[in-house]
Structure formats: C-alpha cells, structure tokens
C-alpha cells in the first residue's frame, strides 16, 4: 500500500485562530493536504483541496470577497494537475470544510464519494451549516453520488483501510486507519501537538466530541501509528508518507 501526500496550497491565518491560547497577532501559514492512497492497484484520493477560484475570486466561488474571515487563502496545484483523476476509484472526505471539499467539482462525474451520514446530514441542514461554516456549492454537485457511511467502517471490505468516526471538528468528521501503522487524522488536530494539549481552532461543532476523538487518536499513536495531523507545517511534506 503507498501514501502519497499532496500539497495543494496553504492558509495563513492568526495563530490563535487556529490553537487555542496562541497570539491573533502572529501569522502562521499552514499547509492543506490531500492525499492519494493506492492499494492492489485501487486509487482513492482522500479530501480534494479548495476550489481553485477559492483563492483567486472568493467572491465568484461564495458571493463574498470576506468568504474565508480570517484566512488568507494560496493555491498550489490542484488535485487534478497533480494526479489522474480518471483513474480514481472513490473519493473519502474527512469532512466537508472548503479546504478539503472545494474541488469535488474537478472530479469525474462518475467517482463516488464516501463521507460520513453525520456529516452530509449536517451540510444540508441551515443551522448546521452556519456552525460550521460549510459552503454547499463545494458539494451539491454530488450529491447524487455520495456514499453514506455510519461510524466505523471498513472502507474496501478486506481490513486495509478503515474509516474511523472522529466527529467535533465537523458534525461527522472522519479519520482513516490505513494499515496498521499510519492514521490520516484530518482536522481532528491541526497541529501533532493537539492529540495531547488539545488546543485546538477556536471554532468547532463540538469541542468536548473533538477532545474525545484526539483521545482515540492519541491512543492510536501512543499503539504505534503515525497520526498525521490536519495542517501542521512542522510535520506534513509532500511526497511519500511512511506509516
Ligand atoms: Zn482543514
């Protein structure tokens, strides 16, 4: 099985945004990864990276020019310079946040999409939205092909990848196991340091279920696995990710 992570462009925004009791006044940018993942010849592409018009034209893409508050957004390479998206088999979301949903768009029409029930559940529904700041023109477009999946789930039926349930940062956040020695943890932290400080952004749907998946996940990393975190720059290189 190999691992590759993608840099698709950064954010930089107030640390404090983004760790709980860091300086507002000291920028930090942060990288935003997606990751291709291949297995006995199955490709799947974890997460998609912003829309490209997300950096170049907020306003365009969500109507405003203030559409992403404190972050300031850069694009790198897409997805789909980066990797041949007609050989993709599915695509996993961690969650539906615009850094990690915005291109679905690039995609084939015909890759399905496998996201947590939890969490498209609550990218349909107004007030679920606004808590967690979902854009739902990142995912409308499929939503006649999603995959709904509850909790834990063994994602290709043969042990290799697991999908595990991480909900707080989103209503229905999710991590995946892959192997046995690398986790792909999302945002449940953005920095490898939250799985123990838990200072994590300072928006979340749900800090006390955040708290309880960085547990998991610490204890999963404590076991032995690399749990790669959201948007470290001190840990997330492109290239290569060894479990
Ligand atoms: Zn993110």
Redesign the pocket.
């Known amino acids: 099985m190999k691992v590759e992570l993608l840099h698709v462009g950064s954010f930089t925004v107030g640390a404090g945004v983004v760790r709980r009791d860091e300086d507002f006044a000291r920028r930090i940018r942060c990288p ?1 990864p997606a990751y291709l993942i291949e297995t006995d010849g199955t490709r799947i592409l974890v997460d998609t990276g912003p829309h490209p018009d997300a950096a170049s034209d907020p306003a365009g893409r969500y109507g405003s020019a203030d559409a992403h508050g404190p972050f300031r957004l850069e694009q790198e390479r897409t997805v789909a310079e980066q990797v041949d998206l007609e050989s993709i088999a599915m695509v996993v979301l961690t ?1 539906l ?1 615009f ?2 949903a915005g291109s679905l768009s690039l995609l084939p029409p015909s890759i399905p999409v496998v996201v947590q029930r939890d969490e498209w559940e609550a990218g349909q529904d107004e007030a679920a939205i606004a808590r967690n700041y979902f854009q739902p023109v990142d995912y409308a477009s499929v939503a006649d092909r999603v995959t709904l999946v509850d909790g834990d789930h063994d994602l290709l039926g043969d042990g290799s990848i697991q999908l595990l349930s991480t909900p707080g940062h989103t209503a229905g956040h999710q991590s995946l196991r892959v192997g046995e020695g690398l986790v792909i943890g ?2 449940v932290s ?1 920095f490898a340091s939250g799985l123990d400080d838990h200072r994590f952004p300072a928006f979340a749907d749900d800090f006390a279920a955040q708290a309880r998946s960085a547990e998991r996940l610490r204890a999963l990393r404590d076991a032995g696995a690399t749990v790669l975190p ?2 470290d720059p001190d840990v997330l290189r492109p290239g290569p990710v060894q479990g």
């Open positions: 935003i969650h946040h850094d990690h999302g945002d953005h959201g948007h």
